[in-house]
């Protein structure tokens, strides 16, 4: 079936580096872009931006510009994001989502499960 | 950009409606016709409930319904189920490859 998967959580200290990571599978990973989303706490989502899957260019929203960079290997059907100098304001559940089925039409119809980020010393 | 404007809650009796608003400007809600909704129990990721204002997915039941006026975007979830109880978020488009979400509206039902 059609799923996105992300790792569950992961800790890091102040100023180090996370990846998180994206599976996808049941569908052609190359032929839908993949977007990013944060979720703080007891926030909303944010819109954090997308890359092409095909060109592997990326766009980021104008609050992740700079320490964040998506990336991809389509080798394994996988999408990357890195977050340098972490921040404790960076502790969020991170999702990567997509538009399978309503392609074009600036929703998301598949998410990944989320990773928890937690950033503390 | 701000986050979209949402109401921080809602409720309402089993069997009866109730609507979200969701407020943006010209530049997001009033300006584009790809508004949608997502639905989010604790701990679980968004599901897509509502896109394009006022069409639904595959699967989600008619009992929710999209609108919009102006730069004000609704939710209706009519004949409120005990299951119906959840956070709602609201999106759209913003120009250019942009896109924004809402505060997010907590559904009770009483």
């Known amino acids: 079936q059609v799923q996105l998967v992300q790792p569950g959580s992961d800790l890091k200290k102040p100023g180090a580096s996370v990846t998180v990571s994206c599976k996808a599978s049941g569908y052609i990973f190359t032929a839908y872009a993949m977007n990013w989303v944060r979720q703080a706490p007891g926030q909303g989502p944010e819109w954090m931006g997308w890359i092409n899957i095909n060109t592997g260019k990326a766009y980021y929203a104008q609050a992740f510009t700079g320490r964040f960079v998506f990336s991809l290997d389509t080798s394994v059907s996988t999408a990357y994001l890195q977050i340098s100098g972490l921040k404790s304001e960076d502790t969020a559940v991170y999702y990567c989502a997509t538009d399978l089925t309503v392609a074009g039409r600036k929703a998301f119809d598949i998410w990944g499960q989320g990773t928890m980020v937690t950033v503390s010393s | 950009q701000s986050a979209l404007t949402q109401p921080p809650s809602a409720s309402g009796s089993p069997g009866q409606s109730v609507t979200i608003s969701c407020t943006g400007t010209s530049s997001d809600v009033g300006g584009y016709e790809y508004v949608s909704w997502y639905q989010q129990y604790p701990g679980r990721a968004p599901k897509l409930i509502i896109y394009?204002?006022?069409k639904r997915p595959s699967g989600v039941p008619d009992r929710f319904s999209g609108s919009k006026s102006g730069n004000t975007a609704s939710l209706t979830v009519s004949g409120l189920q005990a299951e119906d109880e959840a956070a709602y978020y609201c999106s759209s488009f913003a120009g250019r490859t942009n896109m924004m979400f809402g505060g997010g509206t907590k559904v009770t039902v009483l």
């Open positions: 394009e204002v006022n």
